[in-house]
Structure formats: C-alpha cells, structure tokens
C-alpha cells in the first residue's frame, strides 16, 4: 500500500501523460486524497484558472 505524497489544499502541477488531454496542464490544488489504482495514490484535484476538478494519478504531479 503506498502513501499519498501531498495533503489537502497543497499546490501542485498536474502534466498529464503524452497520450492524455494535454489542455488540462496547469496548476492546482489537492481538494482530497483518493483511493488507490493499480497501487498509486490518486488525488481529487481542482484547477486554479477555471476551477475544474478532476481525479489524477500522483505520478502525473509535481510539487510547485
């Protein structure tokens, strides 16, 4: 079972993989943890332009 590497209301960027809808790049805030998937902790994030949310792995994000 892994760790989720940020808390709540950090600020991170979310790049997304190659292959992924590249107009979601940006920065944002964690709003929640999120259960894992295929063991890699998942994060409710929400973005700081338009505030959209979305679920994203934590390999797709990086400490601002």
């Known amino acids: 079972m892994a760790t ?3 808390a709540p209301g ?4 979310f790049a997304p993989h190659r292959h992924e809808d590249g107009s979601a790049r940006g920065l944002y ?14 994060y409710r994030v929400k973005a700081k ?4 949310e979305r679920v994203v792995r934590e390999d797709q994000l990086s400490r601002v």
């Open 49 to 52: 332009i338009d505030g959209r």
């Open 29 to 42: 805030t964690i709003v929640t943890k999120s259960p894992e998937a295929g063991n890699v902790p998942q």
């Open 10 to 13: 950090q600020s991170v960027r």
């Open 4 to 6: 989720h590497k940020y």
